[in-house]
C-alpha cells in the first residue's frame, strides 16, 4: 500500500463508498451532453445521503462523514468544469464565484471585544425605533440600579468566565432572572475609588461611540444577537470560525475558559502553547471537572470554504493569543492554511483592500488598544471599525460585500435580555451587532434571534456550503436583515476621529489580550 493509500485509508476508513465515482469518470459521452453530468451530481446527492445515514453502522465518525462529504461535492465540482469547459484558478481578490443566486461574493466579519447592547448602544436614535435597550438594571437584591454613562476608557476590568455567567444569569425555573450582575467580580481596579459603585451598571456615552451610532442608525441593528457560548473570548472565537468550542467532532464537551496553568496563558495559547497549559472542559451536566490541553480538531468553516476553492483570510495581531481562533485547531495551525491564510497583522486587511485583494469571507480581530475591551482599550475601536467598513464603501467591494460587525462576549457589563438556555454553555448573554452591506436594511431594527452560529449559516447558505452541523444547525440564517430586491445603498463614508492612515502608519506594537 502506498503512503498515500495509507493516508486515505487512515482518515476515510470505510470510504469505499466513493468507488462509484469511477462510472461517471470513465463515462465516455462527449463533453457538453448534460446527461452524465446530471446523472453524476445524483451519484454524489445518493453517496452522501448513505454515508451521513450509515456512518454508525459503517465504522465512519462525524468528522470521515465531512471529509467524504467534501471530496464527493469537490469532485462534483471538478466534473462540472470539465463538462462545462473548465475554469481559471482563483486569487484572494476573487474567489470562486459565489452561486447566481447571491449579489454577496464578499462576507467580512469584525470581531469586536467585550460589550454589551444595553453598554454600548445606548442611542436614543435606537431607542425611538424600538431597539430594545434599557436604562436601569435590577441587582440580587431587588434593587433598581440606573446605568451611569461612563466613557469607553476605565480603569477597571469585569470578569467575564463562565462562572460570572452564571452569577448574572441567576437561573431558576424560568430561566436566567438576570439580577446577579452586581456579584461579578471587578478586576485591576486602579481607579481613586475601586471598586467604582455599581460598575457592572454603566453605559458608554455617546460621544466616545458615535461612529457605531452611525453606523447602527445608517444600517441594521440587531437586538437580539446573543454570544453563542456563555464564557468568555478562548471559546468565543473558536465557535465564530466553526460553531462550537468542542474538543473533536464526536465530543460532547465544550471548552468554557479561557487557558491557564502556565504565565502568560492568553498569550501564548492554542495547538502551540507550553507543556502545562491547560482549557476547562464543560460536561452536558454544567460541571467543568475536566481540563486538556488547548489544541482541538474537527471541521470549520474555512475548511468548507477550502474544499470549494473559495477564498478566506483571518487578521489577527499575534500568533498565540486567545483571540486567534485557528491556533487552536491543529490542522489549521499545523498545516498550509496558517501560512497561507492566517495574517499575522490585523492592519493589512485595510491594504489589502486598497490593493484590490478581498477574500470570499474575511474575520478581523482588533489589537487591545482597539479591541473595546475594558480596562484595555484606548477608546479607538470605534474608528477602527470605520476605517475597515470605510474602506470596503469606498472601494470595488462595496456592490458585492455583507459586513458583520460584532462583539465576542458581555465582558461582565450588565445586560436586562435573558438568553435561551440550550444546553449547559449554550447561549450566553446579549451582544451588539451591525450589518453594513448595499442590501442591508436601512434604519432597520431587527428583532429576531440571532446568536454566532447565524452569521456560520448565512455564509454557508450564500456560498452554497453544507453545514458544520454545530451551531450553525440551529441558529437562523440573518435573513431578516437582508433585502436583495431593494435598490442598493449607496455609501457614505463614517467620520470618525481615526482614520485608516493612522491604523496603517501607527507603530506602537499591539496589545494582546491581558486577561480575557
Not at 329 to 341: F, S, V
Not at 483 to 504: G, M, R, S, V, W
Request: glycine fraction near 8%; aromatic fraction near 10%; hydrophobic fraction near 35%.
Amino acid at each position: 500500500m502506498s503512503q498515500a493509500d495509507r493516508i486515505h485509508a487512515s482518515i476515510f476508513p470505510n470510504c469505499d463508498v466513493l468507488e462509484p465515482v469511477k462510472e461517471f469518470v470513465e463515462d465516455k459521452t462527449p463533453p457538453g451532453d448534460p446527461e452524465p453530468l446530471s446523472r453524476g451530481v445524483g451519484i454524489m446527492k445518493s453517496l452522501v445521503h448513505t454515508m451521513k445515514g450509515n456512518r454508525r453502522k459503517a465504522g465512519i465518525s462525524r468528522y470521515g462523514v465531512m471529509l467524504c462529504s467534501g471530496l464527493l461535492v469537490c469532485t462534483a465540482g471538478f466534473l462540472a468544469n470539465l463538462s462545462c469547459g473548465g475554469g481559471a484558478g482563483s486569487s484572494a481578490g476573487s474567489g470562486s464565484i459565489p452561486p447566481p443566486n447571491s449579489k454577496i461574493q464578499h462576507v467580512v466579519v469584525i470581531f469586536q471585544e467585550n460589550r454589551t447592547p444595553d453598554n454600548l448602544f445606548h442611542d436614543p436614535v435606537l431607542i425611538e425605533r424600538g431597539a430594545d435597550l434599557a436604562s436601569s438594571g435590577v441587582n440580587s437584591k431587588g434593587q433598581t440600579i440606573p446605568l451611569a454613562s461612563i466613557p469607553m476608557v476605565v480603569d477597571y476590568g469585569l470578569d467575564h468566565s463562565h462562572s460570572s455567567f452564571v452569577l448574572m444569569c441567576d437561573q431558576g425555573s424560568a430561566g436566567c432572572a438576570m439580577d446577579g450582575a452586581d456579584k461579578i467580580p471587578v478586576l485591576d481596579c486602579h481607579q481613586t475609588v475601586c471598586p467604582p459603585p455599581n460598575a457592572q451598571f454603566a453605559y458608554v456615552q455617546a460621544s466616545d461611540v458615535a461612529p457605531y451610532f452611525n453606523m447602527a442608525e445608517t444600517y441594521t441593528f440587531a437586538d437580539r444577537m446573543f454570544e453563542t457560548n456563555q464564557g468568555p473570548s478562548f471559546p468565543a472565537h473558536q465557535f465564530i470560525i466553526s460553531g462550537t468550542s468542542a474538543p473533536t467532532a464526536s465530543s460532547d464537551l465544550f471548552a468554557a475558559e479561557n487557558p491557564v496553568g502556565v504565565p502568560n496563558a492568553t498569550n501564548n495559547t492554542g495547538c502551540t502553547a507550553p507543556v502545562g497549559e491547560t482549557v476547562a472542559l464543560i460536561d452536558p451536566s454544567g460541571s467543568e471537572s475536566s481540563s486538556q490541553y488547548p489544541c482541538f480538531d474537527h471541521p470549520t468553516l474555512p475548511d468548507l470554504l477550502g474544499a470549494q476553492s473559495f477564498t478566506w483570510r483571518y487578521y489577527a495581531p499575534s500568533a498565540g493569543s486567545i483571540w486567534t481562533g485557528p491556533n487552536a485547531i491543529q490542522h489549521l495551525r499545523m498545516g498550509p492554511a496558517w501560512t497561507q491564510n492566517v495574517v499575522l497583522n490585523q492592519t493589512q486587511v485595510l491594504t489589502d483592500i486598497a490593493a484590490g485583494q478581498l477574500a470570499n469571507v474575511t474575520w478581523v480581530i482588533p489589537s487591545g488598544q482597539a479591541s473595546d475591551h475594558s480596562n484595555e482599550t484606548d477608546g479607538s475601536g470605534p474608528s477602527w471599525v470605520s476605517s475597515i467598513v470605510n474602506a470596503i464603501g469606498n472601494s470595488q467591494f462595496w456592490s458585492n460585500t455583507a459586513i458583520f460587525i460584532a462583539w465576542d462576549d458581555w465582558g461582565g457589563w450588565y445586560d436586562h435580555v435573558a438568553p435561551t438556555l440550550k444546553n449547559s454553555y449554550e447561549y450566553g448573554f446579549r451582544v451588539p451587532m451591525i450589518v453594513v452591506s448595499p442590501y442591508a436594511k436601512a434604519a432597520y431594527i431587527s428583532h429576531v434571534t440571532h446568536d454566532f452560529g447565524s452569521i456560520l449559516k448565512y455564509i454557508e447558505e450564500n456560498f452554497g456550503l453544507s453545514s458544520l452541523g454545530y451551531a450553525d444547525a440551529d441558529a437562523d440564517d440573518l435573513s431578516d436583515c437582508f433585502d436583495y430586491n431593494q435598490t442598493p445603498l449607496t455609501f457614505q463614508t463614517i467620520a470618525a476621529p481615526l482614520d485608516a492612515k493612522h491604523f496603517i502608519e501607527d507603530k506602537t506594537p499591539p496589545t494582546d489580550p491581558d486577561d480575557d
